[in-house]
């Protein structure tokens, strides 16, 4: 059985680095699927991180999500991470988005269509 934290870990990975193997994928996402605890935890690792994006950053995140740079993390966390357990973003979506390249999938979660 899978810890928590390994849980966690294996979780952030797959949105902050991209280029993670199906199975790890698929393992995170019935980790945030099956833990509202998992989840809350995820997401505001998430924010940390978002929120240390430059501010041009965060400015085109907001656009494109069509929200506040001041809400941007939050959201752009939030949309993800509903994205993942959902399906509607997938592992590939997730690899092309590390990889600077953002899938019209990945555009739909995020702007919360």
Do not use: H, W
């Amino acid at each position: 059985m899978i810890s928590m934290r390994a849980a966690l870990a294996c979780a952030t990975v797959v949105v902050l680095s991209g280029c993670v193997s199906q199975a790890s994928y698929d393992t995170s996402r019935e980790a945030l699927r099956g833990s509202p605890a998992l989840r809350t935890d995820f997401i505001n690792n998430c924010v940390s991180n978002i929120s240390r994006k430059s501010l041009a950053q965060r400015q085109a995140m907001a656009k494109l999500m069509n929200t506040s740079v001041r809400n941007t993390p939050s959201v752009y966390c939030r949309r993800v991470t509903n994205g993942i357990t959902s399906g509607r973003m997938t592992r590939d979506d997730m690899n092309a988005a590390a990889r600077g390249q953002v899938t019209p999938a990945a555009v739909r979660v995020l702007q919360g269509r």
